[in-house]
Structures are given as structure tokens and as C-alpha cells.
């Protein structure tokens, strides 16, 4: 007997277990009805075979009938004519008697003749009238032959009806006993089959009884099975009637589960944006601290970064003698430089020293905190310091297939910033402006050769600011390129001699950035001055008149003022010169306050520049050795005797 188990788990966790041993009846009776069904079908074919014949036997019966009527009716036919000849026999047999009658008054001629006499005699009306009595006695006779042949063939059909009678007969005789032995083996066959019906029901019968039993005894277990069935079904029941409480709850359920995730959710986010803000609390913190620390840093380091780079010599300068020995490093310490001058090794101490493979990348490596310190809200300035023809303006804008400081500390700029996307959203500004002889020209207006001046801020801020400036906002290389193409062709169109204008004057390349944070509301604005000066050497004592005297003074006076800038705040003078010159004058702000500067000085190797490398290079080393000075009202005292501090621009 098959068992089959069923077992299945419901959200109460019960699992059962039932026997089906029922099935297996089920599956016997099923087979049985089954076997008793194709019973059935095969006796209702027989009987169907077996109403079929018997149709069959009627069809043929129902022929042989019509056979016999068809039959019946030629007979009938058949008995007419027979009829109509005997009737034409009994009209032949009327003439014949009519023939003899008037064969017998033939024989009696003299009657006739006698008439005929009589007639002759008597007149020629009987004459006329035995003439027609002949003729009469013509036609008669003539109908009477007519009638004769008749007769004969009346006779001859008679006798053909009479043969074909006798044959219909036979064969009616014949054809009625075929019937009656047809009708006979049709009744046998009946018989047979009425019997063989009646044997195969009986047995269907009996075999179906048996069947019925065994069923019936099937189905008494089944029951007994459904009555041992029935608990579980009522355990399956009450499972279902729970799981469907449940199912009808779960909406409630899941809406209240949803409301509580999100409770603890917005609890969760909560958390995280008081987390957050606390991180952003210590994040202020640790930015005025690493604020604090720089400035402590700059203040202990000096607030000027000064760095020296030394040009390679070029290609119409490889004739000079022993070039390579007048500048040389020290291999351990990249802070320092040896410059020989006269026989007699000097060396300067700086913060960086660029030998003369140093690539424009390497420089810009060393410069790039300061330019993303920006970003932060500096303010910072670097400048290029040095003589005509030492690579201020290499370092500082380089060549389009080695771009400088400049181009480089603007895309530096535009990846920074969009590292910080999408929280701040920052707009960069350049502005270029040219510096000659104290005067400000603005590169990228429409008007280059228009003068710009600076202004204090009408709001009281003392802030400075240039009327007329023209800012464009960049945001890729190429408005980048654009800028600085449209400043060249502007620096260019203003004078004759671009070189030595160049050289002439400072160049000012403003980077304003100014950032918003949209979720903290947090705004930080920075300005990046990168300056390529005027070339810083001593023409006045080449003597120099009319206009290269006055370019000189104008050099000499900026630089001076920016020395003297540099040293009143790192000596945290209370008075500041900016006012001194156009160029520190437009700086102020870059470099005040908590600004960061670094001076980048640029010198030649050539033996003839070395007079004025060192005077370079001692500026340099003073702007960054300068000690802190005396406090600020004594060193104001000092101002007031003192009016510069850079001694190698005495004009
Ligand atoms: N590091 C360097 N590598 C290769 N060539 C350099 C380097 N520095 C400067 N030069 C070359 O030296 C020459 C002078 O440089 P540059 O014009 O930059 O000097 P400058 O100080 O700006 O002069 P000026 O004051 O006249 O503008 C240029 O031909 C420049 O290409």
C-alpha cells in the first residue's frame, strides 16, 4: 500500500503528518469503474454491430419486398392484359359467330338468288339496294379478315402472356420461398443475437455486481480513512482559519511595522544629522585651528614662503665661459645655493632652491597648498621676482606645451572645486592688470589703453576695490586660454616693443573664488594674486635717462614699497605702506591679515648676471630672514625715520 505523506509548515510552526491509505482504495474502485466502463463500451459496440445487421437485414427485407410489389404489379399488369385478351377473345369468338352466321346465309344461295331475281325482277331500287348489300357484304368481309389477324395476334400475345404469367409465377414462387428463407435466417440471427445479448448483460451484470462490492468494500475503508482523516482536517482547518486572521491582519500589521521603521528612520537620521552637525561643529573647529596653526606656522616660518629657481642656460648662451660653475647646489640640503661672485663662493639659504632642471611641474608642486588654500577663504599672492631674461615669466605662464604657475593653479582650481560638488558651488573670476610706470591698465577690458584706479569701498568695509575692472567667470581650459590670449593681444596692442614693455612692468593675473554652501549656508571668498614683476635689475646706476630712467624709478619704487610691505608685516608694524606704490597698493588685502605670500625668486646662471643674482638673492634672503621686528609702536617710531626696507632698490 502506498503511503503518502504530506507535511507542510504554517506560520504557527505546526507541522502534521497523514496517512492516506484510502488514496489506495480510491485509486482500486477507480480502476475497477474503469475496467467495468470498457466493458460496457465493448458490449454497446456489439449491440451497436449487431444494429447495424439488423438494419441490414431489414434493408434487404424491405428490397425482397419491394422486389415482390414490383413483381405483384406485372402480375397485376400481366392479369389485365389477360383480362383484355380473354375480352377480345370473347369479341373474336362474337365475329366468329357473326362469320358463321354469315357463312351459313352464304350457303344459302338460292334464297339470295332468288332475292336477286327477285331484285332484278322487281326493280332496279333492290338492284341498288343489293349492290350496297355487297358491298356491305365486301367490307364485312374484310373487317371480318382484319379481325381474324387480330384474332391471331390477340391469340399469340395471349399465349406469350399466358407463358410469361407462368414464369412470373415461378419466380414469384421463388422469390417468396428466398424471402421466407431470408425472413427465416433473419429471425435465427435475431434469435442469436437477442440471446448473445442477453449473455453478455447477464455477465456485465454479474461482473459489475462483483465489481460494485469490492468498491463498496473500497469505499467502506475510505470512509473509515475519512472518519481517521477528519481531525486533521479540522486541525487544517483551524491552521487556515489562523493564517487567514493573519493574512487579513497583515495590512495592519505591515502599516504599523512601516510606522515604526519610520520613527526609528527619521530617529536614525536624527541621530545622523546631530552627528553631522557635531562633525561639522568639529570640523569648524579643527578648520580655525589648522587656521591658528598655519598662521602660527607662518608666523614662526616668517609670513613669506621665498623660494629660488635657477633658469637653464638657453641656447644662444652655451658660448659663455664656464657658466656652469657660478651657480651650483648642495646635493644634501635643497635649501640652499652657492653663488660664486668675484672668487668668493656665496651662500644663500632660502626655503626652496629649483636647480636648473627643475620641470615646471616639480614648481608647481611645491606652490599648489597655497593655491588650494584659497579655496578655503585665503587670500594669497605669489610673485616672480628677478632680472630681465631670468624665466619670471617661464615660472609664472611658461609655454603652451609647458604651461606655468598660472594656467596650472587654474585648473588645479577647477578640479578642486569640483571635488567639492555637490555641497559648495563655487565661481571662479580672473582679471588681468598690467602695472607701468605706477599706472593700472585693465588687459581684458575693450579699452586696454584706458587707466584704472583704486578706490576704497564706498561701505565702510576698507576694502578696496578697482572701478572698471574687467572680471570673467571660468570654468574651463579653454575660457582659460581665452582669457590669457585676449590679455596678451591687449598687452601687445599698447605698446611697441612687447619684450621690453614686458619687462617693464608687472603683470597681475586675479583669481577671485568665492564658494557657497548650500546645505550650511557657509560662504568663503579667497583671492589668488600671481604676479610676474618687472625685472628688478639696478639700471639706474647704468645710467639711464628720459623714459628708461623714469621706467627704472617706477620698478624700483614698487619693489621697494613691496619690500617695505613685506617687512612692516612680518614685523607686525601697526603701520603698513601699501600706499607706497600702485602695486602693494592693489595687494593690500592679499597681503594682510592671515593672506599667505611666497616669492618665487628667478635666477640666471650666466656668469655676466651674477651681480645681480646676488642682489636677488639678498633681498630674498633678507625679506625671508627678516626677525620679528620691535612692537608695533616702536617700529611705527622707526617707519617715521625709515622710510624703506629694501635696500637694493634704493632709486
Ligand atoms: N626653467 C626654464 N627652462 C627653460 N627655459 C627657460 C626657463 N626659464 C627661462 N627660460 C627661458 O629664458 C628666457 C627668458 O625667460 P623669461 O622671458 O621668462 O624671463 P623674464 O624674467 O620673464 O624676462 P622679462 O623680465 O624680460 O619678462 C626665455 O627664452 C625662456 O624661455
Known amino acids: 500500500m502506498t503511503i503518502l505523506i504530506l507535511e507542510w509548515s504554517n506560520p504557527l510552526n505546526k507541522s502534521c503528518a497523514i496517512h492516506f491509505s484510502c488514496v489506495s482504495q480510491l485509486f482500486i474502485f477507480c480502476s475497477v469503474m474503469l475496467h467495468l466502463s470498457q466493458d460496457v463500451e465493448a458490449l454497446r459496440g456489439e449491440l451497436c454491430r449487431k444494429d447495424e445487421e439488423c438494419r441490414e437485414q431489414e434493408r434487404r427485407l424491405a428490397a425482397l419486398e419491394q422486389q415482390v410489389q414490383e413483381r405483384t404489379g406485372v402480375i397485376v399488369q400481366l392479369q389485365q392484359q389477360l383480362e383484355e385478351a380473354a375480352q377480345r377473345r370473347q369479341e373474336l369468338q362474337l365475329l366468329r359467330d357473326g362469320e358463321e352466321t354469315l357463312s351459313r346465309q352464304a350457303a344459302l344461295p338460292l334464297q339470295v338468288k332468288y332475292v336477286t331475281k327477285t331484285v332484278e325482277v322487281e326493280s332496279a331500287q333492290s338492284k341498288q339496294a343489293l349492290i350496297e348489300a355487297q358491298a356491305h357484304n365486301q367490307a364485312l368481309q374484310e373487317q371480318l379478315s382484319v379481325q381474324r389477324q387480330l384474332l391471331r395476334e390477340l391469340e399469340q400475345q395471349l399465349h406469350e402472356s399466358q407463358r410469361s404469367s407462368s414464369q412470373l409465377r415461378q419466380q414469384i414462387l421463388v422469390y417468396e420461398g428466398e424471402m421466407e428463407r431470408a425472413q427465416g435466417q433473419l429471425e435465427a440471427e435475431m434469435q442469436s443475437l437477442e440471446e448473445e445479448k442477453n449473455r453478455v448483460i447477464e455477465e456485465a451484470f454479474i461482473r459489475a455486481e462483483s ?64 552627528a553631522n552637525q557635531e562633525l561639522l561643529r568639529k570640523y569648524k573647529r579643527e578648520m580655525n585651528l589648522r587656521k591658528k596653526c598655519h598662521n602660527e606656522l607662518v608666523r614662526l616660518k616668517g609670513n613669506i614662503r621665498v623660494l629660488c629657481r635657477v633658469r637653464p642656460v638657453c641656447a644662444g648662451e652655451t658660448d659663455a665661459a664656464d657658466t656652469k660653475n657660478k651657480v651650483t647646489f648642495d646635493p644634501d640640503d635643497d635649501a640652499v645655493l652657492y653663488l660664486s661672485n668675484k672668487g668668493k663662493l656665496m651662500t644663500f639659504e632660502l626655503d626652496k632652491v629649483f636647480p636648473t632642471q627643475a620641470t615646471q611641474e616639480e614648481v608647481f608642486q611645491e606652490v599648489q597648498s597655497l593655491v588650494t588654500s584659497c579655496i578655503d577663504g585665503f587670500n594669497v599672492c605669489i610673485f616672480a621676482y628677478g632680472q630681465t631674461g631670468s624665466g619670471k615669466t617661464y615660472t609664472m605662464e611658461g609655454v603652451p606645451e609647458d604651461p606655468g604657475i598660472n594656467q596650472r593653479a587654474l585648473r588645479l582650481l577647477f578640479s578642486e572645486v569640483s571635488e567639492k560638488k555637490p555641497d559648495w558651488d563655487y565661481k571662479i573670476t580672473v582679471s588681468m592688470v598690467e602695472i607701468y610706470n605706477e599706472t593700472l591698465r585693465n588687459l581684458l577690458g575693450d579699452n586696454p589703453s584706458e587707466k584704472l584706479d583704486i578706490k576704497m569701498c564706498p561701505d565702510g568695509s576698507g576694502q578696496l576695490y578697482v572701478p572698471g575692472l574687467t572680471e570673467f567667470t571660468v570654468e574651463s581650459v579653454e575660457d582659460i586660454n581665452k582669457v590669457f ?132 638673492l639678498k633681498f630674498a634672503q633678507r625679506v625671508r630672514s627678516v626677525e620679528i621686528g620691535p612692537s608695533s609702536s616702536s617700529r611705527r617710531q622707526a617707519e617715521s625715520s625709515s622710510t624703506s626696507s629694501s635696500p637694493t632698490h634704493d632709486a
Open 485 to 616: 590670449d585676449l590679455g596678451h593681444m591687449n598687452r601687445a596692442t599698447a605698446c611697441t616693443n612687447l619684450n621690453e614693455h614686458s619687462s617693464r612692468s608687472h603683470a597681475l593675473l586675479i583669481v577671485t573664488v568665492a564658494g557657497f554652501n548650500s546645505s550650511t549656508g557657509h560662504r568663503t571668498s579667497g583671492k589668488l594674486n600671481l604676479v610676474d614683476l618687472a625685472g628688478s635689475e639696478r639700471i639706474t646706476k647704468s645710467g639711464a635717462e628720459g623714459s628708461r630712467l623714469r621706467e627704472a624709478q617706477c620698478i624700483n619704487k614698487s619693489l621697494s614699497a613691496l619690500g617695505d610691505v613685506i617687512n612692516a608685516l612680518r614685523s607686525k608694524h601697526s603701520h603698513v605702506p601699501f600706499r607706497n606704490s600702485r602695486l602693494t597698493y592693489l595687494l593690500q588685502d592679499s597681503l594682510s591679515g592671515d593672506s599667505k605670500t611666497l616669492m618665487m625668486v628667478q635666477v640666471s646662471p650666466l656668469e655676466s648676471n651674477v651681480s645681480e643674482s646676488v642682489c636677488s
Open 211 to 274: 465489481e460494485m462490492k469490492a468498491v463498496h468494500e473500497n469505499l467502506a475503508g475510505v470512509r473509515m480513512n475519512l472518519l481517521t482523516l477528519q481531525p486533521a482536517l479540522r486541525t487544517l482547518t483551524c491552521d487556515y482559519n489562523c493564517l487567514k486572521r493573519q493574512v487579513q491582519d497583515f495590512p495592519y500589521m505591515l502599516e504599523k511595522a512601516i510606522t515604526e521603521a519610520k520613527q526609528e528612520i527619521c530617529q536614525v537620521i536624527g541621530e545622523v544629522s546631530s
